[in-house]
């Protein structure tokens, strides 16, 4: 038994090890940087998902990058599915999660786990369900839904450039509210990105270590960017250059830490422009739709 924690806890640290040389690889890197986070987008749709979390999609970058659903070997021998000869496993970590009876605290900690993509096996799974994809049109609307909850508001001028695209202005005590200043002259594409960059700095304004920053707007870019490909938009407005990575991240681990709080601002930006998306829908059904009790047709 204590050899095979040894053996576990070794083969652990090997993948941890091998995600951190990962994400020295791509940092700096615009190209492979990108797709990283499309990696990141596709696995962390829900919580509990195999292959959720920074280091899992490290290490699916790694090794199978074009994989869209992971299979562990404990659900591909539930499900009586084979991998296709030649096939190998590819090796991630699964969260575990244990409460303990005396204090109630809940233990987390990452198994040693083989998987294989859909695309490896025999018999593909009951596919994951996909976002709902969205138009640009529905990212004006939450917009404009976020204007009348009095959130923020957006501003169409030329006093921005137009390399810069969008400026953001905290407004009152907390960021109770914000302005969003866009240039005048941006094509649809452009104004995409700059809408989702501004919104996102709104969203992480929120938390207590904001600061405006290198680092804050690359962490912006990077949510709306991943917003974006949640909702199958046109990327073609986010330009990434290499000058735009933030050199206070001087080390693999803070990298890693970067992925993560860009996979939970991201969550949350599009999370808050569902939650506007959903109140638009609620109000153009208007009353002549509600039942008795507060049901709908």
Request: proline share 5%; aromatic share 8%.
């Amino acid at each position: 038994m204590e050899a095979h924690k040894q053996s576990q806890q070794e083969i652990r640290e090997a993948l941890l090890g091998r995600a951190l040389e990962g994400f020295s690889l791509v940092w700096g890197k615009p190209s492979a940087f990108l797709k990283l986070l499309d990696i990141c987008e596709r696995f962390n749709r829900a919580p509990d998902t195999v292959g959720g979390g920074p280091v899992n999609a490290m290490l699916v970058y790694l090794q199978r990058p074009q994989a869209r659903q992971l299979v562990s070997n404990r659900q591909r021998t539930e499900l009586g599915i084979y991998a296709k000869k030649g096939e190998h496993a590819l090796d991630i970590l699964i969260g575990m999660k244990r409460q303990d009876r005396n204090t109630g605290r809940t233990a987390v900690w990452y198994n040693p786990e083989k998987a294989f993509a859909a695309s490896q096996l025999e018999s593909a799974p009951e596919p994951e369900p996909e976002p709902p994809r969205r138009a640009w049109r529905d990212l004006v609307t939450a917009i404009g839904q976020g204007e009348s909850a009095d959130t923020y508001r957006t501003v169409v001028s030329g006093a921005v450039p137009r390399e810069m695209g969008v400026g953001f202005f905290p407004v009152g005590e907390g960021h109770a509210t914000a302005r969003i200043v866009f240039n005048g002259s941006l094509e649809r594409e452009e104004f995409v990105a700059c809408a989702l960059k501004g919104i996102s700095h709104y969203i992480l304004s929120k938390e207590e270590r904001y600061a405006f920053g290198k680092e804050s707007s690359f962490t912006a870019f990077c949510c709306g960017y991943y917003v974006c490909r949640r909702w199958g938009l046109e990327t073609s407005g986010f330009s990434l250059g290499e000058r735009d990575f933030p050199e206070s991240v001087e080390n693999p681990g803070a990298v890693k830490e970067m992925v993560s709080g860009v996979i939970r601002a991201g969550n949350q930006v599009y999370a808050a422009l569902e939650k506007e998306l959903e109140r638009a829908a609620r109000e153009r059904a208007g009353p002549q739709n509600a039942l008795p009790g507060g049901g709908r047709r």
